[in-house]
């Protein structure tokens, strides 16, 4: 089977290439991230996609109407995907589990004087905005950041002459305490080894019909209490 997978790095399609021996797949690799002007994968079932992947309801419909019925992530978060479209559209959507503590907002309000946070895990765990007000505040005494809730445009590109224009990340780089990597606490031969296996395994699970519940990820319905 043929699979396609979108914003392919250098650093990552060797992995890839490797782990899918061990399947009956054939890698169809996209250097560009998908978005509505890029849906190229009329005709396959099952495309894999990272975090910079724009999966809106527009891609969605447009994915579904060429025929794609899993949407494989190469990683834990899914804040890019429309996971209301995806059921809309008869899209399964599997990630590479990992751990997915409650967001940081008002909880930093909480915190006592000095706290350190360090997050290697899904940019949107955090509040940027709640993030400099607690650093203002001083009731944060270090913040190291591996990933960033709005790093679709600004991680894994070389941009020596762009001026940037998310005014919270450039704050945040003004403080002394903040330290931030451009999401490379997952360059690892063993990291990248795992998530192309698992998110390979995905999609062998999906084709005989049984997804491992602890990587699907599907839109939560909320319900409003009765009166």
């Not at 709005?150 to 704050?171: A, M, N």
Request: glycine content about 6%; some cysteine.
């Amino acid at each position: 089977m043929r699979v396609a997978v979108f914003g392919t790095q250098l650093y990552e399609k060797a992995f890839l290439e490797l782990a899918s021996q061990r399947f009956d797949y054939t890698l169809v690799f996209f250097q560009k991230i998908m978005t509505s002007a890029t849906v190229l994968a009329a005709g396959l079932p099952t495309i894999c996609t990272f975090v910079n992947d724009i999966l809106n309801a527009s891609v969605l419909a447009q994915c579904a109407q060429n025929g794609t019925k899993l949407i494989g992530l190469q990683c834990a978060g899914f804040n890019n995907v429309d996971l209301q479209a995806s059921q809309v559209s008869g899209i399964t959507v599997l990630r590479v589990p990992a751990c997915s503590p409650p967001i940081i907002s008002d909880t930093l309000s909480l915190t006592k004087p000095g706290l350190l946070i360090v997050n290697t895990g899904r940019g949107a765990l955090i509040d940027t905005h709640a993030l400099i007000d607690a650093l203002k505040s001083g009731r944060l005494g270090r913040v190291t950041l591996d990933v960033y809730e709005q790093e679709g445009d600004l991680f894994f590109r070389d941009l020596p002459s762009i001026v940037i224009q998310d005014d919270p990340f450039q704050r945040s780089l003004k403080f002394s305490n903040v330290l931030v990597t451009d999401h490379q606490a997952f360059l690892t031969e063993e990291a990248l080894t795992a998530v192309s296996l698992t998110m390979l395994q995905n999609i062998a699970d999906f084709e005989v019909g049984h997804p491992d519940p602890a990587k699907l990820v599907e839109a939560r319905v909320l319900t409003e209490p009765k009166s």
